[in-house]
């Protein structure tokens, strides 16, 4: 029969070999759980040289309490094919999440134009003119503009918005959702169908001599000297087209087919919020002050003009400070430029620099590579996360090449911000970063490295385990 401490030793021995053969949870993060859906926009009808900038209300989009761990988008057709940028430019897309009351008769677009909608935060202006109450991203910009959660252009199909493992961004909370309303989503997209335009440039580059357009869409007559930009390429406006270009049987039914990942939310999910900076914000530091209370009057976009010399020099540069009002995590980044871009950053105040991103040009024609157009960003993502303090000074720059003139340029920044980070004994951060290959080889050589531990241990056991039955050496 054998012995108690026999039956301690097999048992402990095969605890030992059961827990290195067991796959850890932990060791993989959340991407076993993400789930992915594929939803088209309403249609998009286009014309040679014609603009389409629709706000669409309750767009498809998954329900529920949930983390958004990534949002990708392009343009097809009707036949599901991608189109590329040289036909139909994506000037932007953007997501945005509103509150809806519920039973409300107007037509969601309709009181979207008519103002029916609160522009404060829900918590603080529920009344009963509020039909629609827009839910804002943490900042900085927040009023009126750059309120959405995702949004990219021309760089979408390249560009990774993945929110790094164990960070999501939390929607749908339904301890948030204000009583009488309802949680749904919005889409605005900018697309300008340049086949057969005199000036391809010109055109996505908005300049309001080739629209013909003298006021904005709201009726306002455009300032002197703006030369081009989103005043001049709003919705159902018409780029200048070549003389005897046929445009015929041309007209063509396009749509946003974009790609949703998530995952259910738990707590084993950190939430991150979302943050745009803009280079044209005029939000200037009062001295001695470590309060945000000046308000931030954000522009979008800018001109760079043409610089007087010629070379490698000419590089219009543009720096924004601006204070950062939260204590928090970077855990990604990326820059929005436009045609002409160099790239855009952001650094502390001593020169550090905490995110670079870089945009990637197109050499040829197929739909992701299209010559001369920016096809991609490069996303930040910061081995550590960088602590940022409440009060601190970040800076801003974007970076175009101004060897030739541009209009409506933008010099915007995304950032995630967690407010906590994950405890040590439950997160493999740069395990979680490394590719799927090599994270198969390293579980597999940290298994067999326990292995062979294992069977150490059982070899020293056994042969205490004879001396112990009364075998004696050969030596006594």
Same mark, same amino acid.
């Given at each position: 029969?054998?012995?108690?401490?026999?039956?301690?030793?097999?048992?402990?021995?095969?605890?030992?070999?059961?827990?290195?053969?067991?796959?850890?949870?932990?060791?993989?993060?959340?991407?076993?759980?993400?789930?992915?859906?594929?939803?088209?926009?309403?249609?998009?009808?286009?014309?040679?040289?014609?603009?389409?900038?629709?706000?669409?209300?309750?767009?498809?989009?998954?329900?529920?309490?949930?983390?958004?761990?990534?949002?990708?988008?392009?343009?097809?057709?009707?036949?599901?094919?991608?189109?590329?940028?040289?036909?139909?430019?994506?000037?932007?897309?953007?997501?945005?999440?509103?509150?809806?009351?519920?039973?409300?008769?107007?037509?969601?677009?309709?009181?979207?134009?008519?103002?029916?909608?609160?522009?404060?935060?829900?918590?603080?202006?529920?009344?009963?003119?509020?039909?629609?109450?827009?839910?804002?991203?943490?900042?900085?910009?927040?009023?009126?503009?750059?309120?959405?959660?995702?949004?990219?252009?021309?760089?979408?199909?390249? *560009?990774? $918005?993945?929110?790094?493992?164990?960070?999501? &961004? %939390?929607?749908?909370?339904?301890?948030?959702?204000?009583?009488? #309303? /309802?949680?749904?989503?919005?889409?605005?997209?900018?697309?300008?169908?340049?086949?057969?335009?005199?000036?391809?440039?010109?055109?996505?580059?908005?300049?309001?001599?080739?629209?013909?357009?003298?006021?904005?869409?709201?009726?306002?007559?455009?300032?002197?000297?703006?030369?081009?930009?989103?005043?001049?390429?709003?919705?159902?406006?018409?780029?200048?087209?070549?003389?005897?270009?046929?445009?015929?049987?041309?007209?063509?039914?396009?749509?946003?087919?974009?790609?949703?990942?998530?995952?259910?939310?738990?707590?084993?999910?950190?939430?991150?919020?979302?943050?745009?900076?803009?280079? *044209?914000? $005029?939000?200037?530091?009062?001295?001695?002050? &470590? %309060?945000?209370?000046?308000?931030?009057?954000?522009?979008?976009? #800018? /001109?760079?003009?043409?610089?007087?010399?010629?070379?490698?020099?000419?590089?219009?540069?543009?720096?924004?400070?601006?204070?950062?009002?939260?204590?928090?995590?970077?855990?990604?980044?990326?820059?929005?430029?436009?045609?002409?871009?160099?790239?855009?950053?952001?650094?502390?105040?001593?020169?550090?620099?905490?995110?670079?991103?870089?945009?990637?040009?197109?050499?040829?024609?197929?739909?992701?590579?299209?010559?001369?157009?920016?096809?991609?960003?490069?996303?930040?993502?910061?081995?550590?996360?960088?602590?940022?303090?409440?009060?601190?000074?970040?800076?801003?720059?974007?970076?175009?090449?101004?060897?030739?003139?541009?209009?409506?340029?933008?010099?915007?920044?995304?950032?995630?911000?967690?407010?906590?980070?994950?405890?040590?004994?439950?997160?493999?951060?740069?395990?979680?970063?490394?590719?799927?290959?090599?994270?198969?080889?390293?579980?597999?050589?940290?298994?067999?490295?326990?292995?062979?531990?294992?069977?150490?241990?059982?070899?020293?056991?056994?042969?205490?385990?004879?001396?112990?039955?009364?075998?004696?050496?050969?030596?006594?």
């Amino acid at each position: 029969m054998m012995a108690p401490y026999h039956r301690r030793s097999l048992i402990f021995f095969l605890v030992l070999v059961s827990l290195c053969l067991s796959p850890s949870q932990g060791f993989l993060g959340t991407e076993k759980n993400i789930k992915s859906a594929v939803f088209f926009s309403p249609k998009l009808v286009m014309n040679p040289g014609s603009v389409a900038n629709p706000y669409l209300f309750d767009i498809d989009f998954p329900r529920g309490h949930i983390g958004l761990k990534a949002f990708d988008a392009e343009v097809v057709d009707d036949a599901g094919n991608p189109v590329p940028l040289h036909e139909t430019y994506l000037h932007h897309w953007i997501i945005e999440p509103y509150y809806v009351r519920k039973g409300s008769k107007l037509p969601q677009r309709e009181m979207f134009r008519n103002h029916g909608f609160s522009r404060q935060d829900p918590e603080s202006n529920l009344d009963s003119k509020s039909d629609i109450i827009l839910v804002k991203n943490g900042g900085l910009c927040r009023s009126v503009v750059l309120r959405h959660y995702f949004g990219l252009g021309s760089e979408t199909r390249k *560009t990774s $918005t993945y929110v790094p493992d164990p960070y999501a &961004i %939390e929607i749908g909370n339904p301890e948030e959702i204000p009583d009488g #309303y /309802e949680f749904k989503w919005l889409l605005n997209i900018h697309a300008i169908d340049t086949r057969g335009v005199e000036d391809k440039k010109g055109c996505i580059e908005c300049l309001c001599d080739l629209y013909n357009v003298t006021i904005d869409e709201y009726g306002r007559a455009i300032r002197p000297g703006y030369k081009g930009g989103l005043y001049c390429c709003y919705d159902k406006t018409q780029c200048r087209v070549k003389s005897g270009f046929d445009n015929g049987e041309k007209t063509r039914t396009l749509y946003l087919k974009y790609t949703v990942r998530w995952v259910d939310w738990d707590s084993s999910v950190l939430p991150a919020k979302v943050y745009i900076f803009d280079v *044209t914000d $005029t939000w200037e530091r009062s001295e001695g002050s &470590i %309060e945000n209370s000046q308000e931030h009057i954000c522009h979008v976009e #800018y /001109e760079v003009k043409p610089c007087k010399t010629s070379g490698d020099g000419c590089i219009d540069v543009r720096k924004k400070s601006l204070m950062m009002p939260f204590n928090g995590y970077i855990v990604y980044g990326v820059a929005h430029q436009h045609a002409g871009g160099i790239g855009g950053a952001l650094y502390r105040e001593n020169g550090e620099v905490i995110c670079t991103s870089m945009p990637k040009y197109g050499k040829g024609d197929e739909p992701g590579n299209e010559a001369g157009y920016i096809v991609g960003m490069s996303s930040c993502y910061p081995t550590d996360p960088v602590k940022v303090s409440y009060g601190e000074t970040l800076t801003l720059e974007s970076n175009y090449s101004n060897a030739v003139g541009h209009t409506g340029v933008m010099g915007l920044f995304y950032i995630l911000v967690a407010q906590q980070l994950p405890e040590p004994e439950n997160f493999l951060p740069k395990l979680f970063e490394v590719p799927a290959r090599s994270l198969s080889f390293l579980a597999i050589f940290a298994v067999t490295v326990v292995v062979a531990v294992v069977v150490l241990i059982a070899a020293v056991i056994y042969r205490r385990q004879n001396r112990e039955d009364g075998y004696q050496s050969l030596s006594t």
